[in-house]
């Protein structure tokens, strides 16, 4: 099964970021593996409870959190057609939406 397929598998479940953390986690080693990524921009009330929602993960290293306007958000917007801040994606290696 792809990690697309897994994906999609985990979009059934009820807890679905659980999910899809696992799958993270467990391709983490994989030469192209999956990573979530944050999006967030200064001074917006929805990103500071984003980060805060998801401050542990984020410690952790599970979620990257991403500046909408640094080279590497700016890239992600482009490449996924991202309109809403902030986004929480799952992205693969070169920065492709997986689901």
Same mark, same amino acid.
């Given at each position: 099964?792809?990690? /697309?397929?897994?994906?999609? &598998?985990?979009?059934?479940? #009820?807890?679905?970021? %659980?999910?899809? $953390? !696992? ?11 999956? /990573?979530?990524?944050?999006? &967030?921009?200064?001074?917006? #009330?929805?990103?500071? %409870?984003?980060? $805060? !929602? ?46």
């Amino acid at each position: 099964m792809t990690i /697309k397929e897994e994906a999609e &598998v985990c979009l059934g479940e #009820e807890d679905t970021l %659980s999910c899809v $953390k !696992k799958i993270v986690t467990r391709h983490e080693n994989d030469e192209c593996s999956p /990573k979530f990524v944050l999006l &967030v921009q200064p001074d917006c #009330e929805p990103c500071a %409870s984003a980060q $805060k !929602k998801f401050a542990k993960d984020i410690e952790a290293g599970l979620i990257k959190k991403v500046a909408f306007d640094s080279a590497e958000g700016v890239e992600i917007i482009k490449t996924n057609n991202i309109t809403d801040i902030p986004s929480l994606l799952l992205l693969d290696c070169q920065n492709k939406s997986i689901v």
